[in-house]
């Protein structure tokens, strides 16, 4: 015999779970637009990564500029 | 014997009881006024980071009424207007409520500090202490000037919105700061006139109770005068305009005609028609405010559109 629901508790039970579950997802999509938002809002990404902590001699402007040139 | 039965002593509450812990309706005047402080300041802002700030405004102004509830649930059950609030009416218990109220105090200024800047997040910061701390916790049962300092909390949204998109404080954040703040002790004393009787049972020292009807009569028209060059200020500074002049013209005189109309009566009167003039001023001071802060937000629309302003 199946599983039935017994009392009026369950329903609010699962209101309040459903809700939270909700907001969390809703947490979720908030934190992860924000980022991108924030990483959009910043530019050229390389600007980031040029000061990421270790020399990317690589990614400095003249680096950068003759490794365009060179592959025009 | 099953958990339910265990359980069913404790109203489990649902999720619409908590919501209610956050004062909904109180929440709307400060997203409508932090939206405006945002929307009219100089600075462009991301719309997504809008959205976040004014949401971040919101929950911080949540948290604070849940700590209100949570502090005052013992005066909440005497009162007829807060009789059915959710921890009187056993629907929330108060540790909930308190645990509700910080962490959403702590979540809404972390992410606010995270998604626009720290100036913002310190005044959210500020307005919840002020709010839960100085206002509940010491003013509200101690000084009939309670609700006057008090108002500077519900004051502070068009302060955040505008640090939200300018990272800073103007003279134009200060006087939509002022504006709010002056008009905050008419608003609410206009209300202790009709429900009188529910603030006296609660031992809450309202002005109407500790110095009488008669002489907070006076200063709901004494405070309303001085509201009026605040409102007629901003007009002159660069989120005001010609539109905005002609609403805060209106809408003082309004407001104004209604205070006299307070001041001129007597409880008998009040009594005589079921306090219709301090029910009515009541609702004046809503348009009052929802107006002004209503023609700053038309103003800023046509500036965008190459209109408006001096």
């Known amino acids: 015999m199946a599983i039935k629901v017994e009392h009026e508790l369950h329903k609010r039970r699962l209101d309040r779970n459903v809700g939270v579950g909700l907001l969390l997802a809703s947490f979720v999509v908030i934190v992860l637009v924000l980022t991108v938002v924030k990483v959009q809002g910043l530019g050229d990404i390389r600007e980031m990564e040029r000061f990421d902590h270790v020399a990317r001699p690589a990614l400095e402007e003249a680096a950068t500029r003759a490794q365009e040139e060179g592959t025009e | ?124 910061a500020f307005t919840i202490f002020f709010y839960a701390v100085i206002y509940s916790m010491w003013l509200k049962r101690s000084t009939p000037q309670n609700i006057v300092i008090g108002g500077a909390a519900g004051a502070f949204p068009p302060m955040v919105g505008w640090a939200v998109a300018t990272g800073g404080i103007a003279p134009e954040s200060i006087l939509m700061f002022a504006l709010i703040f002056m008009w905050t002790p008419p608003h609410f004393w206009a209300l202790a006139l009709f429900v009188k009787s529910d603030y006296g049972n609660a031992d809450v020292p309202m002005l109407t109770e500790t110095h009488g009807r008669g002489v907070t009569r006076n200063h709901i028209l004494g405070y309303t005068i001085a509201l009026v060059p605040v409102a007629l200020g901003i007009a002159f500074t660069s989120i005001g305009g010609p539109v905005y002049l002609a609403v805060a013209l209106l809408l003082n005189g309004w407001f104004l005609k209604g205070a006299v109309d307070i001041w001129r009566r007597d409880d008998t009167d009040s009594e005589a028609d079921s306090h219709a003039t301090e029910k009515r001023v009541f609702k004046i001071s809503l348009y009052y405010l929802f107006g002004h802060f209503g023609a700053l937000l038309f103003e800023a629309v046509l500036r965008t559109n190459g209109l408006g302003g001096w």
């Open chain 2, 1 to 124: 014997m099953t958990d339910v039965t265990q359980q069913t002593g404790t109203y489990e509450a649902r999720m619409g009881d908590y919501f209610a812990l956050m004062k909904p309706r109180v929440m709307q005047l400060v997203v409508f006024t932090a939206l405006v402080g945002l929307l009219v300041a100089p600075v462009p802002v991301h719309p997504f980071i809008g959205f976040v700030g004014i949401l971040c405004i919101a929950v911080g102004a949540g948290a604070s009424g849940a700590l209100n509830m949570w502090w005052d649930a013992d005066i909440d059950a005497v009162m007829t207007r807060t009789r059915s609030r959710p921890i009187p009416s056993g629907r929330v218990q108060p540790g909930e409520a308190l645990g509700i109220g910080l962490a959403l105090s702590g979540f809404s200024v972390i992410l606010l500090g995270l998604a626009t800047n720290l100036l913002a997040a310190g005044l959210l």
